[in-house]
């Protein structure tokens, strides 16, 4: 069984300071794991995946994420918030062993304060 | 190249109808997948297909079934609609065995 758990519902932060969304995972196998945005009226785009190889991984628009095994955590970041960064963020687990179904954690709500 | 593509964008239904959505996969992709999100809730795996057969299915009631052809585009069909059943109805089409799948803009799904 896997499961995602995204310790924030809504994150506020103004332009131009750090972004940090928390998430935590369960799975019984080796996962990937996944961070999607989600602006308004439009589909899931993929900022970064964690696949086994390096623990630290790049995204685009600025993103990145450390994989924490020991810790179960895999926290998406960014440096310094734009306002175009405001969006519905999901963290999503895959067990490697169990085909293609990707596990959402309930999201977590990015608004960016000029 | 064109995406994941699903229609219609928007549709309105009456309790116990009955609905069909469609979805064409990214070219050259194998496998779709559907899942249901519920205003405010992350995406829910409903089920999978590869090779026109489901191959793995969330927890979704025999309401909930789907159909993949040929050419790898599929239908999610629901039967007996319920307002519960109101939703963004999201496809996602991969490669059998790539970590990545692509997402389309879905179908919002409204049951008055």
């Known amino acids: 069984a896997q499961s995602v758990t995204q310790l924030d519902s809504h994150v506020s932060v103004s332009e131009g300071t750090p972004v940090l969304l928390r998430c935590n995972y369960s799975?019984?196998?080796?996962?990937?794991l996944f961070w999607y945005v989600q602006h308004p009226n439009k589909g899931l785009q993929l900022l970064l995946k964690y696949t086994s190889a390096a623990t630290l991984v790049k995204g685009i628009n600025g993103f990145e994420a450390e994989f924490k095994k020991s810790e179960t955590s895999f926290h998406l970041t960014k440096p310094s918030a734009h306002m175009s960064d405001a969006a519905e963020y999901f963290c999503v687990v895959k067990n490697n062993n169990a085909g293609n179904m990707l596990t959402f954690g309930g999201g977590t709500r990015l608004m960016v304060k000029p | 190249d064109a995406g994941v593509t699903q229609s219609p964008t928007h549709l309105i239904k009456t309790r116990g109808q009955q609905v069909t959505l469609r979805c064409s996969p990214k070219s050259g992709h194998d496998t779709v997948s559907w899942y249901q999100q519920a205003l405010g809730q992350g995406p829910q795996f409903i089920f999978q297909?590869?090779?026109?057969?489901?191959?793995q299915r969330g927890n979704f009631p025999d309401r909930f079934s789907g159909h993949q052809f040929p050419n790898y585009s599929s239908e999610l069909n629901v039967n007996a609609l319920l307002l519960g059943d109101s939703a963004l109805y999201l496809c996602a089409s991969s490669l059998q065995g790539a970590r990545r799948a692509f997402f389309g803009q879905g179908t919002r799904l409204t049951v008055v």
């Open positions: 297909y590869y090779e026109e057969e489901e191959r």
């Open positions: 799975s019984s196998y080796s996962p990937s």
